[in-house]
């Protein structure tokens, strides 16, 4: 082996420090970009949680004035409040109300279920404008929070067929207390919704939307088609195993459509069908692809019926997956409601500001 020269030794030495220096530069560089990665990711993932809750409050106000009638496919859709309550324009009903009385308890790092029960007392006992029948019946003479489950069960023993849309209306929140973790999501969807509709459809309906919200929220890339099919039959396996069968033909039917052939929808498997069919069978905009939201909600109005119940259920998912950036902002601005008759008025700032506080860090 021939000796190093001091030229050499240097050339090396310069060398090697060159590939260091191009190396750390490299390095550098690629945590920038993984950074910047990560920045937009959790930009989107903000977007699309509050977009979860404020997409099922402007369904909700959108459908409010419509409930329980059939608007023909020339009528104008929009948040002109009325309806059979009086609401004012983008005030949103019963459905919101108790999507709050869930939100206001994640909001604060907790899933306590007997806290959202005693939420839902409080709401009842201030005397809502409107109350679905099986929620005024199950709510009705409970003193207790940790009474309300099994008022639910005994309600369900005495009238087993009773199955309505109004423990499915208020899931939206409830994907964004675990978007990590797909199991406790299943699982507190069935313990909320089984809180005042313990029939085994309204579970499994509960189910099956918290997770499609979650894989949307979680998994939905900006540049390309979601498939909204998948994401609701990726739930399937949460389901109790006797009714996936059911439920996956149940999709199929939604899925193949026409969304006006489920009217009415106050059972909560035409609510999910309507809301779902309403979804996947209105063209995505090419130009504006965002457009998908409005489209859809003002489609899911036009079902008929409970069109405020259908089109919150609607929002909560196209919320999920387009983001809060998607909803009008003549819709977000004319959004508001209460938590409780007679409660202070609060509006989608409001409503952005609880779901914040989901996503905080140790919560």
């Known amino acids: 082996m021939s000796d190093l020269t001091l030229t050499d030794f240097v050339g090396e030495a310069w060398w090697l420090i060159g590939s260091i220096v191009l190396l750390g530069f490299a390095v550098q560089t690629v945590q920038q970009r993984r950074a910047r990665m990560g920045g937009e990711r959790s930009r989107r993932v903000s977007d699309r949680t509050a977009g ?62 007997d806290a959202i029960a005693s939420n839902f007392l409080k709401w009842y006992a201030a005397g809502p404008a409107d109350v679905g029948n099986q929620t005024r019946s199950v709510l009705d003479g409970v003193a207790l929070p940790e009474d309300l489950a099994r008022a639910a069960t005994s309600y369900l023993e005495t009238n087993p067929g009773s199955a309505g849309n109004g423990a499915l209306m208020r899931t939206a929140p409830v994907a964004l207390v ?3 973790d797909r199991s406790e999501i299943a699982r507190l969807a069935e313990s909320i919704a089984s809180l005042t509709h313990a029939h ?11 997770l499609a919200i979650q894989e949307a929220i979680t998994t939905a890339e900006p540049d ?44 909560v498997v035409t609510a999910f069908q309507a809301a779902l069919s309403a979804i996947v069978n209105t063209p995505q905009p090419d130009e504006e692809p965002v457009g ?26 196209l919320g999920a997956r387009w983001g809060k950036s998607a909803i009008p902002g003549e819709w977000l601005d004319l959004v508001h ?25 140790g919560k």
């Open 52 to 113: 979860t809750v404020l997409g099922s409050a402007a369904g909700d106000a959108l459908g409010a004035g419509y409930e329980f009638t059939n608007p023909t496919p020339d009528q104008d859709i929009t948040m002109v409040g009325g309806g059979g309550f009086g609401w004012a324009p983008g005030e949103w009903t019963d459905d919101t109300q108790m999507a709050v009385a869930i939100l206001d308890v994640i909001a604060t790092g907790s899933s306590d279920l």
């Open 178 to 180: 675990a978007l990590d």
């Open 200 to 210: 085994p459809d309204s579970v499994a309906a509960c189910v099956l939307w918290s």
């Open 224 to 267: 390309r088609p979601f498939n909204w099919e998948a994401a609701v039959r990726n739930g399937l396996p949460h389901v109790v195993e006797d009714r996936r069968d059911k439920w996956d033909n149940l999709i199929s039917e939604a899925i193949a459509g026409p969304p006006s052939r489920f009217n009415p929808n106050g059972w």
């Open 292 to 317: 998908h939201l409005r489209d859809t909600l003002v489609a899911a109005v036009r079902i008929g019926n409970d069109t405020d119940t259908v089109a919150a259920i609607a929002g909560a998912l």
């Open 337 to 361: 409601g209460d938590r409780r008759r007679g409660s202070t008025q609060i509006r989608a700032r409001d409503l952005e500001e609880l779901v914040r506080g989901t996503t905080q860090p």
